[in-house]
C-alpha cells in the first residue's frame, strides 16, 4: 500500500498525471493510516502516512555539508556567454564543447540526504559549508521522495535541488492570505522562504512547496554516469522532479539559442526563473576545469536582466484610451528595467494610487516583466521628498475636455465624450458604422484610419458630408470604391431606431438594451429628455445602464453630435411608444419551466410582466401559457395534463415582440 501510494503521489505531484481519481487516493491513504493505527509496529517513518511530524522544535539544527553546496558564477550578457564558452574551450583544448541546459530556478537550494534508500536528512545550502536542518519542513514537500523507489539503493545519495513555489499556488496561497485579512507575500521566493523555515512543520505543510532537482552531492556506491544530461535522467528514474525545460546544446550558439528560448518562454513556466544555468556536461571535463574560488569554473548562470528597478516619479499624465478609459501614466526619471529604458509606466488607476499611496516626486520600483507595459509598483515611503504631490483625476478629459465619470464601483474613469472626442474617434466611428449599427458596408478599419488621419472625417456626421471630390485625394481610392463608400453611406440615413441607439457607443448600451429603449421611447426626443427614473422604467435598466446613458447624453458635446446626426437626414420609421394598452400579454399568467437559451429566468420575467403578463410558480387551469425551455420540469408534464399550451422559447419572443413596428 505504501508504495501504490507512493506512486499515485509521485504521478500527481511530479508528472502532474494523476492515474487514479482523488477519492481512490484518499480512501487507500485513510485505509493505510486505519491499519498504521492498529498495528503499529508496521509503521515506518518513510510511510505516505509520515510527511508531517507533529513536534515543533526549538530551532534549526546546523548541518556540515560533506560536499559544499556551490554558487554559480553569474553572466548577464551574450558577451560574458561568448567568454565562459571561450574560456572553458581553451580549458579543455576543444573546438566545441556540449553544454547542460536548465532554468535558473528562483528559489531556496537545499540538500536531502538518502541513506539506504530512506531519507534521512534535509538542509538548507546556508554558506554552502553550514546549512540548517529543515528535514521535517522538507519531508511535507510531496514532490520529494521519502524512500528511493529501487530495490537495493546506495548507501548514500545526497540529492540537491531547489525548493520554491509555483506560480498558481503562490496566487492561491496569496487570494486565502487576503481572505484571512493576512498580509500578503512579496512574491513566490520569499513565500517558500517563509515555509521552510516555519518551526512547527505542520505550517510549512499548509504551503503548497515543489521541488526541482538539479545535480548530486555525497555518493557512495552510486556510479556516476558520464554526463549531467544522464544523471538528470538518473534522478528522475528515482522520481525526482527534474524541469522538463531541460536541454544538452553545443557550443555558444546552442546556449544562447537556449537563453533566447527560455526568454520567450518564461512568462508561461509554472514557475519563477531568473535566468538559466549552463554546465559543461561531461563530468569528466567538469573534474578537469576546476573551481575558482566557491565557484565552479564549468558552470554559468546567465541571468534575465532585473525586471523591477528604482526609479523617481517626475509628474503623472493622463492618458485616453480608444474605449475612453482615462490611465494615470507615471512620467520617469529614465531607468533600465527588464532589458530597455523605461521613462513612463502605468499606474492603472486613482484607486490604485491610492492604495499604494504613490505620489508625484516619490522613489518608485518600476517593474517590466516580460512583454508586460512597465508598472509602477510601490514607492518608498519612508524616503518621500516634502515636495511630493497627491495625484487627482482631472474632472475634464484631456484630449477633449468632455466631463470625466466613473461609474460606483468601477476603478476606472471614463472620457464621457465618446463620439467627439479624438482618443476615442477611430472606434467611435468604427462601432457607428458596423453591420449591427448603421451598417455602412466597406467603412472597415483601414479605411476609418485612413479618413481619420487625412482629417476628412472627426465625427460621425462628417461621413455624410463627404464627397467623391474629397474622397479621391485619398490613396488606393478609386472611383468606383469612393462611389461605393459614398452609395452605402447614403443608404445608411435610412435606418432603425434602435440601430441608431445602438450606433451611438453609450456605455452599457449594447444591442438588446438599445432595442429596449427604442421600443419604449418610440422616438428618440423621449430619449434625450428621460431622467434617471423614466430611464429604469425600461425593461432591464437598472441604474448603471440608466447612468450611463444620463453621463453621455448629458454631455454637450455627445448632443451636438446626435443633433448633426439627425440634421444629416438619418431617419427611422415613426412608431408610438409602447401604451400599456399594447401590451400582448395583458392580464395573461405564465408559468416557466427549464432552461431558456436567450433570457435568464429574471430577464425572462422581466420581459413578461413589462409585455403585462405574470410569472406564476405553478400551473393551474387559469396559465395562459407555459414556456419549455432545455430539461423542463414537472410543470411540462401538468401543463400537458391540464391541457395549458405550452410554448417554446422562440414562440415566447414572437409573442413578445409581435406588437413591433421594428426590432
Ligand atoms: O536553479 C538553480 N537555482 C540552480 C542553482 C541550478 C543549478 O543547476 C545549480 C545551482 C547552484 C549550484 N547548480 C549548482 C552547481
Redo the contacts with the bound molecule.
Keep these: 500500500m505504501r508504495a501504490a501510494i507512493d506512486l499515485y503521489n509521485y504521478q500527481y505531484y511530479v508528472l502532474d498525471a494523476p492515474t487514479v481519481p482523488d477519492a481512490e487516493y484518499d480512501r487507500l491513504f485513510q485505509e493505510l493510516q486505519e491499519l498504521e493505527t492498529a498495528h503499529p509496529e508496521l509503521r515506518t517513518s518513510e510511510s505516505p502516512t509520515q510527511r508531517v511530524g507533529s513536534t515543533p522544535r526549538e530551532g534549526f539544527k546546523e548541518v556540515r555539508h560533506p560536499v559544499p553546496?556551490?554558487?554559480?558564477n553569474n553572466g548577464f550578457s551574450e558577451e560574458d556567454v561568448l567568454h565562459f564558452d571561450r574560456r572553458v574551450r581553451e580549458a579543455l583544448d576543444r573546438e566545441t564543447v556540449d553544454y547542460a541546459c536548465?532554468?535558473?530556478?528562483?528559489?531556496l537550494?537545499v540538500s536531502l540526504l538518502y541513506r539506504h534508500g530512506r531519507l534521512v536528512e534535509g538542509s538548507t545550502r546556508g554558506d554552502g559549508e553550514t546549512g540548517e536542518d529543515v528535514t521535517a519542513n522538507l519531508r511535507t514537500i510531496r514532490a520529494i521522495p521519502l524512500q528511493l523507489p529501487v530495490a537495493a539503493p546506495p548507501p548514500v545519495l545526497e540529492v540537491?535541488?531547489?525548493v520554491l513555489m509555483e506560480k498558481r499556488d503562490f496566487q492561491a496561497l496569496n487570494q486565502a492570505q487576503a481572505a484571512r485579512g493576512e498580509k500578503l507575500f512579496v512574491n513566490p521566493r520569499n513565500a517558500a522562504a517563509g515555509a521552510l523555515r516555519q518551526l512547527d512543520p505542520a505550517l510549512t505543510a499548509l504551503r503548497p512547496l515543489s521541488f526541482?532537482a538539479?545535480?548530486v552531492g555525497a555518493v557512495e556506491d552510486w556510479p556516476l554516469p558520464a554526463t549531467q544530461g544522464e544523471l538528470m535522467e538518473r534522478l528522475s528514474q528515482l522520481r525526482f522532479p527534474v524541469p522538463a525545460e531541460r536541454a544538452v546544446v553545443q557550443g555558444a550558439t546552442g546556449l544562447l539559442g537556449y537563453f533566447e528560448r527560455m526568454s520567450r518562454m518564461r512568462a508561461a513556466l509554472r514557475y519563477d526563473?531568473?535566468g538559466v544555468?549552463y554546465?559543461v556536461n561531461g563530468f569528466g571535463q567538469q573534474q578537469a576545469l576546476g573551481f575558482v574560488s566557491r565557484a565552479?569554473r564549468f558552470?554559468l548562470?546567465h541571468k534575465f536582466p532585473a525586471e523591477e528597478a528604482l526609479s523617481e516619479i517626475l509628474d503623472i499624465d493622463v492618458q485616453v484610451g480608444r474605449t475612453g478609459a482615462l490611465t494615470p501614466v507615471a512620467r520617469l526619471k529614465p531607468v533600465f528595467v527588464g532589458g530597455v529604458t523605461v521613462t513612463n509606466a502605468t499606474l492603472h488607476n486613482e484607486d490604485e494610487i491610492r492604495r499604494k499611496d504613490i505620489r508625484i516626486g516619490d522613489q518608485v520600483w518600476v517593474r517590466r516583466a516580460g512583454d508586460v507595459i512597465p508598472e509602477v509598483v510601490s514607492a518608498l515611503l519612508d524616503q518621500r521628498p516634502p515636495h511630493a504631490r497627491i495625484f487627482i483625476m482631472p474632472s475634464h478629459c484631456p484630449v477633449c475636455g468632455s466631463k470625466v465619470v466613473r461609474t460606483e464601483g468601477e476603478a476606472v474613469s471614463r472620457c464621457s465624450g465618446g463620439l467627439y472626442c479624438p482618443a476615442q474617434r477611430k472606434q467611435a466611428l468604427l462601432h457607428f458604422a458596423q453591420r449591427r449599427a448603421m451598417d455602412i458596408d466597406g467603412l472597415g478599419e483601414k479605411l476609418v484610419d485612413q479618413l481619420v488621419d487625412g482629417e476628412l472625417v472627426r465625427t460621425p456626421p462628417d461621413l455624410y458630408g463627404l464627397s467623391p471630390q474629397l474622397l479621391a485625394g485619398l490613396p488606393r481610392m478609386g472611383e468606383k470604391s469612393a462611389a461605393n463608400l459614398l452609395e452605402a453611406i447614403d443608404r445608411s440615413r435610412e435606418t432603425t431606431l434602435a440601430r441608431f441607439i445602438f450606433a451611438l457607443g453609450i456605455r452599457n448600451v449594447g444591442e438588446t438594451t438599445a432595442r429596449d429603449l427604442a421600443r419604449h421611447f418610440g422616438d428618440l426626443p423621449p430619449l434625450l429628455s428621460a431622467g434617471q427614473d423614466a430611464l429604469q422604467q425600461v425593461p432591464e435598466v437598472g441604474p448603471v445602464v440608466a447612468q450611463s446613458i444620463r453621463d453621455f447624453l448629458d454631455e454637450a458635446h455627445n448632443r451636438e453630435v446626435i443633433e448633426r446626426l439627425v440634421a444629416c437626414g438619418i431617419h427611422w420609421p415613426s412608431a408610438s411608444p409602447r401604451l400599456p394598452s399594447a401590451q400582448p400579454l395583458a392580464g395573461l399568467t405564465l408559468v416557466l419551466t427549464g432552461t431558456l437559451a436567450h433570457l435568464s429566468r429574471d430577464q425572462a420575467r422581466a420581459r413578461i410582466e413589462h409585455a403585462g403578463g405574470k410569472v406564476a410558480g405553478s400551473v393551474s387551469k387559469r396559465t395562459a401559457y407555459v414556456v419549455a425551455g432545455a430539461d423542463p420540469g414537472g410543470k411540462l408534464q401538468q401543463a400537458l395534463e391540464l391541457g395549458v399550451p405550452v410554448l417554446d422559447e422562440s414562440q415566447l419572443l414572437s409573442l413578445l415582440n409581435q406588437d413591433l413596428s421594428e426590432s
Aim: hydrophobic content about 40%; glycine content about 12%.
Design positions: 553546496m556551490l554558487s554559480l536548465e532554468p535558473k530556478f528562483d528559489g537550494a540537491r535541488g531547489e526541482f538539479y545535480g526563473i531568473d544555468v554546465k565552479p558552470a548562470a
